[in-house]
């Protein structure tokens, strides 16, 4: 046995040897202020500032939930130009978008319902020709 550890044992334990225990204590101590004095930066100093930022930069998943939004606007007004206007906000072409946002739902468990209206826009702007934007004939 080594004979650093036999008398850390026979005095007590870690909690008796105040040498070791002010070593914990001071580490301890170091980093809830430099979590503390992070968080305080991080959050209050000098927060991030988002400017300018446009909705092409949006995770699939909150692209996913403003096609359903236009979607469900389509379904009540059946404006399929507002709706090209809207999805075209989002820096892809309206129909991939809206395909992309259909796999994206179908993989995470949306409605039945959701899915319905997300393919019922995907099928009126599959019938939209792509050189003028209006319905084909």
Known sequence: MGGSALPLVLNGGLWHNTLVMSR????????????????????????????????????????????????ETYH?????????????????PPAEITLQAILFAEQNGYTDNDLLLMRTL??????????????GS
């Not at 995907?122 to 319905?135: E, F, I, V």
């Open 24 to 71: 914990w204590i001071r580490f301890l101590l170091v980093m809830i202020v430099g979590i503390a004095g992070g968080l305080l930066y991080g959050w209050v100093l000098n927060p991030v500032k988002y400017v300018d930022t446009t909705p092409d930069t949006l995770r699939i998943d909150y692209k996913t939930d403003y096609v359903l939004m236009v979607a």
């Open 76 to 92: 009540a007004d059946k404006d399929l130009d507002l709706a090209v206007r809207r999805l075209s906000i989002l820096g892809e």
């Open 122 to 135: 995907s099928g009126a702007l599959q019938l939209l020709k792509p050189d003028t934007g209006t319905t």
